[in-house]
């Protein structure tokens, strides 16, 4: 994370429900597609899709359907930053990021694919509990200088 004002910045509360993917691939579009590289663009929607699902399928899986999944994303000059806020259990996610790499988790299983392919599309990669008792899921990923 990096003191710098964003370039552009929006904040996305949903549901938790699946379905809310379509709804925040047409808010990151509205947001970032016009101005980021296309690959960029693809790559942080996969990262962000893997993490939503992750939210829905883990982190509230015994929360009601109207539990809020609050989404920010912020646009700078040289990186796009994303972060997701849920209301679940903490979770190490760099214990279980290790525990797959040593296991030599591949993408073809079921079990860790989210996980990894959220840290192979990103350059940072972090989740904390906070003090309000909601978890934060932080992804950036830099633009290379050039890419545009």
Known sequence: MHPDKPLK????????????????????????????????????????????ANVVDHAHQHLPPTTPIELELKIFADRLEMRIWDHGEPFDLQAKLDALHQKGCNLLEETGRGLILMEQFTDELFYQRLSD?????FMGKRLVPGSH
């Open 9 to 52: 910045q929006s904040h996305l509360k949903v549901a938790t429900d699946i379905k809310a993917v379509a709804e925040i691939f047409a808010w990151f579009d509205r947001l970032a597609s016009r101005q980021l590289p296309h690959q960029f663009c693809v790559d942080c929607k996969v990262a962000l899709d893997e993490a939503f």
């Open 133 to 137: 008792q909601r978890n934060c899921l």
